[in-house]
């Protein structure tokens, strides 16, 4: 099953997650595509204000992995920086399915096959300047 949302600024963007975080579940894991710029980081903010996150939600970049706890743990993770075996060797992909939190990914598709078959795929296009299309595929296959 596939949703399409038209985003008209940041803000609609983090409430279109909002309401999609809502209805996420122990176990998913949620990966997010667009270019630079398109907007992930605002949509990952809007999930993780939707799981009750209170912290300040940032890029993990740099960082790799970001954990933040609400009604269930975020493990927040970008790739853009490593490849498969890198992830692996760090046990990055444990963390993948885990019953008490939800995982939502940057640059998966330089780890696709260290994720679980069926995933969540948003992608984010830009349209214009603030305007984005934002498909939740919620039957993806990530290989």
Known sequence: ?????????????????????AQLNGGD???L???????KTAFS???AEGLSVSANVTSPTFAIHNVYQGR??????????????????????EFF??????????????????L????????IKKTGEEEREITIDYEYTCY
């Open 1 to 21: 099953m596939k949703k399409v949302f038209v985003s008209n600024c940041v803000e609609d963007t983090k409430k279109i997650a909002k309401n999609f975080a």
């Open 29 to 31: 894991v949620v990966v």
């Open 33 to 39: 595509g667009g270019e630079l710029g398109a907007g």
């Open 45 to 47: 903010k809007g999930v």
């Open 72 to 93: 269930l743990r975020l493990d927040h993770f970008d790739f853009y920086r490593l490849d498969e075996a890198e992830a692996e060797a760090l046990g990055l992909n």
């Open 97 to 114: 399915g885990d019953k008490n939190a939800v995982s939502l990914i940057e640059w998966w598709t330089n780890i696709r096959y260290l």
């Open 116 to 123: 679980p078959k069926k995933c969540i795929f948003v992608d």
